[in-house]
């Protein structure tokens, strides 16, 4: 059982809506629908009646409603009280998408996390809501998030002060094998997600071609090197397959810049106080680790 599951059938009892529900979760209904029934599998019980329009809660369902609630605020309380304590740990969480885990956060390590061995980290995986929740309740230490001057934040984001420690863009691209075709599927990062938002609002869209909604950018770029389509990508994660010939920018389109910004825990601990000033204090020279090309 995972802990999503428990908070998606708890979303699903208030709205009784699995679109709704999947707007509130920042994700998808299917997502929903499938993590609800990963649950039931689990618990060997129907919690929803799928036959019945709308869905409604079983009576097993209804009767572990308030053990749900119960368990993710017992959850909640163990992670505030531990935040309490932080002060005393040197372990550091940090939370972020999960692109920014593997092609911004180990460069930043590198330079600024010195001393710090891999066992006092702990990173913590999540859409840009997610993590905005995260810092919002402590229960995180550091957090990154991509940031657009013209695609709003999430509101817990801006009472903390912010340190831009990369730029990045989100490109166009598609296979380096075969010429370019005129009509081809175009994968972007779900609506749900920062980038997905930043492109749907700000980016410039190709009428020419079909969109198709996906999901981590990992996954597009699998799609972009087997040759399924064009992908939307942050140059981070498609540099090395640039640099290589595995991908190629396409031609017709424009590059979308955006900042990624760290951000610190009122309740951090010592040692990710110190990252965290590490990186105001070279705020000058931080552009420069994921340069806009």
Sequence with gaps: MHIDQLKDFVAFSETRN?????????????????????????????????????????????AFLPKAIQVLEQLQQAQAGRRNGSSQSPRIRIAMPHSASTHILPALKQRFFHGCTASE??????????????????????????????VAPAEEFVVFRPVTVARDKLVMVRSSSGPEPSEQSLFVPHHHTYLGRMW?????????????EFGLPADIRALCVAGEGRGVLPLSVVEQD?????????????????????????????????IWQSMADHAGQLNAAIPIR
């Design 242 to 274: 640039l640099a290589s010939g595995v991908l190629t920018r396409c031609k017709s389109s424009q590059s979308l810049p955006y900042l990624v910004n760290l951000y610190c825990s009122v309740r951090a601990g010592a040692n990710a106080r110190a």
């Design 18 to 62: 699995f679109t709704k529900t999947a707007q509130q979760r920042n994700t998808t209904q299917p997502n929903v629908s499938k993590r609800i029934r990963a649950l039931e599998h689990w618990m060997g019980i129907r919690l929803l009646d799928r036959e019945r329009r709308p869905v409604e809660l079983t009576e097993d369902g209804l």
């Design 121 to 150: 980290f702990s990173m913590w995986i999540g859409n840009h809501n997610d993590v905005a929740e995260y810092l919002g309740r402590s229960e995180c230490d550091l957090a990154l998030a991509y940031v657009h001057e013209r």
């Design 200 to 212: 749907h609002q700000v980016g410039n869209h190709d009428a020419d071609y079909r969109t198709i």
